[in-house]
């Protein structure tokens, strides 16, 4: 897989994923799966739907002051 492949997985897939670990910029940025459940993630990039591992992050709502 090229990087440009792989940076196009993160924008559309991975960003929207509570695995998703976003340090200071979308380079810099890992799928964090194998820390908060204990093993490793068993798809590749971009496949975590269809093997049923992705978790869609909750939907926070802006409260207005």
């Known amino acids: 897989m090229t990087e440009k492949?792989?940076?196009k997985i993160k924008n559309k897939y991975c960003?929207?994923?509570v695995y998703y670990a976003?340090?200071?910029?979308?380079?810099s940025s890992y799928?964090?799966?194998i820390n908060k459940e204990g093993k490793r993630r068993p798809c590749?990039?971009?496949?975590?739907k269809e093997k049923g591992?992705?978790?869609a992050k909750s939907k926070r709502r802006k409260?207005?002051?």
């Open 5 to 7: 492949e792989i940076q």
């Open 15 to 17: 960003t929207k994923c």
């Open 22 to 27: 976003n340090e200071n910029n979308i380079r």
């Open 31 to 33: 799928c964090d799966y």
């Open 44 to 48: 590749r990039p971009g496949e975590c």
């Open 53 to 55: 591992v992705f978790k």
């Open 63 to 65: 409260t207005v002051v």
